[in-house]
């Protein structure tokens, strides 16, 4: 059975950190690239991050570019957010997502994890 758990999020203040987890199974994480979204009340869900396998390259949306680090662990079937500097409009339901290349149409997503940054 497929899961993708996330996990990391809380409450922080503003200028603060937080490391979002996302633990996959149930399938071949390294034949996946891996995708960070988030959806805030209000507003369309976002693609925020992005990092491929097996070169590991990296996409990062405008605005969190030079704050967000997305990684990866194959051995461990995780894929990381590392989020610096948070700002209150980062806050967001936080969410994993797996994708196939273009010969494998599968796709799988997390539930989410609650980020919130307020002073």
């Known amino acids: 059975q497929v899961q993708l758990v996330e996990s990391g999020g809380g409450l922080v203040q503003p200028g603060g950190s937080l490391r979002l987890s996302c633990a996959a199974s149930g399938f071949t994480f390294s034949n996946y690239a891996m995708h960070w979204y988030r959806q805030a009340p209000g507003k369309e869900r976002e693609l925020v991050a992005s990092?491929?396998?097996?070169?590991?390259?990296?996409n990062y949306v405008d605005s969190v570019k030079g704050r967000f680090t997305i990684s990866r662990d194959n051995g461990k079937n995780t894929v990381y957010l590392q989020m610096n500097s948070l700002k209150p409009e980062d806050t967001a339901v936080y969410v994993c997502?797996?994708?196939?290349?273009?010969?494998?149409?599968?796709?799988?997503w997390g539930q989410g994890t609650q980020v919130t940054v307020s002073s």
């Open positions: 990092i491929a396998s097996p070169d590991g390259s990296t």
């Open positions: 997502m797996a994708r196939g290349d273009v010969l494998n149409r599968r796709e799988f």
